[in-house]
């Protein structure tokens, strides 16, 4: 059984992997589209440095845990992600935002994404295996509503969305 921070990383890995792969399916990044292309990324970018139109970051936020159910070994680890959209204009924005809401509440059929969870891969291995499913509790849209620090905050868009894990200690065979 995968635990600890690799389970996290793992559990992190994927949200990206399906994120990525439903607006790839959805056609968000293909070249003959009227925006500018979309620059998906897994990680920040330092503060000092402008964030390109139609970026795309996962942003990680924390980690809570509650006990699971009565007379089990089990516990709910609730993981909490943004993805923050720094979009070129509020169209683009909102349409991505939503797109990203829908796809992690699992509303699109037609890319095969109709349930709320994440399937979770072990990517350390060369042909990765799934090994869990997370359950996405909560998704949330906002956007910037103050005047933006920086130009290319002005279509700034921020969806919140917490999986939950529960899993027992390592058992031992």
């Known amino acids: 059984m995968i635990v600890g921070g690799l389970r996290t990383r793992l559990i992190r890995e ?3 992997q399906t994120v990525y792969s439903s607006l790839e399916s959805l056609g968000w990044f293909d070249t003959n589209r009227k925006h500018k292309p979309i620059n998906f990324r897994s990680h920040p970018m330092p503060r000092n440095v402008e964030i390109p139109p139609n ?3 996962l942003v990680d936020a924390g980690i809570s845990n509650s006990p699971g159910e009565m007379g089990s070994n ?3 680890f609730d993981l ?3 993805f923050d959209i720094y979009a070129e204009n509020d169209a683009v924005g909102m349409h991505l935002a939503v ?3 829908d ?5 699109f059929n037609s890319i095969g994404r109709s349930l709320a969870n994440i399937d979770v891969y072990d990517y350390s291995l060369s042909t990765p295996v799934q090994f ?3 359950a996405v ?3 949330v849209i906002d956007s910037a509503q103050d005047s933006p620090g920086h130009p290319y905050e002005l279509y700034w868009y921020s969806i919140m969305c917490s999986l939950s894990d529960s899993y027992s200690d390592e058992i031992s065979s």
């Open 103 to 107: 796809i992690l509440q699992g509303r």
């Open 80 to 82: 909490t992600f943004y």
């Open 132 to 134: 869990c499913t997370v």
């Open 137 to 139: 509790t909560d998704v």
């Open 74 to 76: 089990f516990t709910n």
């Open 14 to 16: 994927s949200l990206f």
């Open 99 to 101: 797109d990203i809401r």
């Open 55 to 57: 970026s795309v970051i």
